[in-house]
Nanobody, 124 residues
C-alpha cells in the first residue's frame, strides 16, 4: 500500500523558519495533486497549500500566502512546504495529502490519502 510520510516538524521561535517534507513509500502517486494541511487543537483540519502534479500551479490559504511555499522535487514524488516568518498561530499538526486529480483543491474532503502528520510548534 502506498503511504505518505511527513518529516521536518519541530519547535521554532516566532519569526523563524521550517521546511517540511512529504515523501512516498511503496509507490509514487504519479498524476496526483498534493497538498499540505494543518489541524490546531480544537479546530478543523484545513488545507493551507496545494500543488498540481507537474508543479506548475499552486494555491495558498490567505493566512499563509507570502510566508509559505509549496514545491515538488524533480522526481515529482517529494513535496515540500517552506514556512517562513512563522507565528504562534501556525502551531498545529501538519499533514500532507494526495488526490487523484490533475486539478488543485482547497477542500480537505477531496483528498483520499493522508500522512500521519508532523508537529509544528511556534513559541512567542
Amino acid at each position: 500500500q502506498v503511504h505518505l510520510v511527513e518529516s521536518g516538524g519541530g519547535l521554532v521561535q516566532a519569526g523563524g523558519s521550517l521546511r517540511l517534507s512529504c515523501g512516498v513509500t511503496n509507490g509514487t502517486f504519479g498524476g496526483y495533486a498534493r497538498a499540505w494541511s494543518r489541524q490546531a487543537p480544537g479546530k478543523e483540519r484545513e488545507i493551507v497549500a496545494s500543488i498540481t502534479y507537474g508543479g506548475h500551479n499552486t494555491w495558498y490559504a490567505n493566512d499563509v500566502k507570502g510566508r509559505f511555499t509549496i514545491s515538488r522535487d524533480n522526481t515529482l514524488t517529494v513535496v515540500y512546504l517552506e514556512m517562513n516568518d512563522l507565528k504562534p498561530e501556525d502551531t498545529a499538526v501538519y499533514y500532507c495529502a494526495a488526490t487523484n486529480s490533475l486539478s488543485l483543491s482547497a477542500n480537505r474532503h477531496d483528498y483520499e490519502y493522508w500522512g500521519q502528520g508532523t508537529q509544528v510548534t511556534v513559541s512567542s
